[in-house]
């Protein structure tokens, strides 16, 4: 079974930075694409940033555009989103996210797998 667990979020004011991680078990690491997801009270789930199995390809949601950084480390299982100039609008639960397909999707439906999130919290 896949497990994806999420760390790192926390509170930070206006103008700070956040490192989140994701392990991942339970399957081939290697074979996933992994996407970033937040989702604010009373909004929808929305795309924040994906890249694809070998690190090569990434996408980032032009409201963070940035402000972002995403990569993995395939020998730990382990996918990371480095965010700056973090802003009280960036207030959210972030999700990570897997696909088994080398596509590049942004929308929830398409990946499998979820982990259970990390609260981020950006205070004025």
């Known amino acids: 079974q896949v497990q994806l667990v999420e760390s790192g979020g926390g509170l930070v004011q206006t103008g700070g930075s956040l490192r989140l991680s994701c392990v991942v078990s339970g399957g081939t690491f290697g074979t996933f694409t992994m996407g970033w997801f937040r989702q604010a009270p009373g909004k929808e789930r929305e795309f924040v940033a994906v890249?694809?199995?070998?690190?090569?390809?990434?996408l980032y949601a032009d409201s963070m555009k940035g402000r972002l950084t995403i990569s993995r480390d395939n020998a730990k299982n382990t996918v990371y989103l480095q965010m700056n100039s973090l802003k009280p609008e960036d207030t959210a639960v972030f999700y990570c996210?897997?696909?088994?397909?080398?596509?590049?999707?942004?929308?929830?439906?398409?990946?499998?797998?979820w982990g259970q999130g990390t609260q981020v919290t950006v205070s004025s």
């Open positions: 996210a897997a696909r088994t397909s080398v596509l590049i999707k942004t929308t929830p439906r398409e990946y499998a797998y």
């Open positions: 890249i694809t199995q070998s690190g090569r390809n990434k």
